[in-house]
Nanobody
């Protein structure tokens, strides 16, 4: 059974940092891109970051570029999202996802597997 399990969310003050983790199991994902998306209340799920299968290529949304860093450790079957300089507008449920392509993917339709999400709340 394929599983993606996010962790690391929580409440943080503006300007603070959090590190999200996504542990995968059930099959290998080292040959596909992984991504992070987020969904704020009343809004659609939106792309945040993606990393290629090897971890050598990353892409970010304009709203998080320079503040968030996505990485992966294929030996541990885990991807990460380091979030720095957090802002109240970063408040959302963050979802990890596995794509069916090797290189980076920013569209939701490129992803086949999703985690259950982890809440990130940034207070002002």
């Amino acid at each position: 059974q394929v599983q993606l399990v996010e962790s690391g969310g929580g409440l943080v003050q503006a300007g603070g940092s959090l590190r999200l983790s996504c542990a995968t199991s059930g099959r290998t994902f080292s040959n596909v891109a992984m991504g992070w998306f987020r969904q704020a209340p009343g809004k659609e799920r939106a792309f945040v970051a993606t990393v290629s299968g090897s971890g050598g290529y990353t892409r970010y949304s304009d709203s998080v570029k320079g503040r968030f860093t996505m990485s992966r450790d294929n030996a541990k079957n885990t991807v990460y999202l380091q979030m720095n300089s957090l802002k109240p507008e970063d408040t959302a449920v963050y979802y990890c996802a596995a794509a069916r392509v090797y290189y980076t993917a920013t569209e939701r339709t490129a992803y086949d597997y999703w985690g259950q999400g982890t809440q990130v709340t940034v207070s002002s």
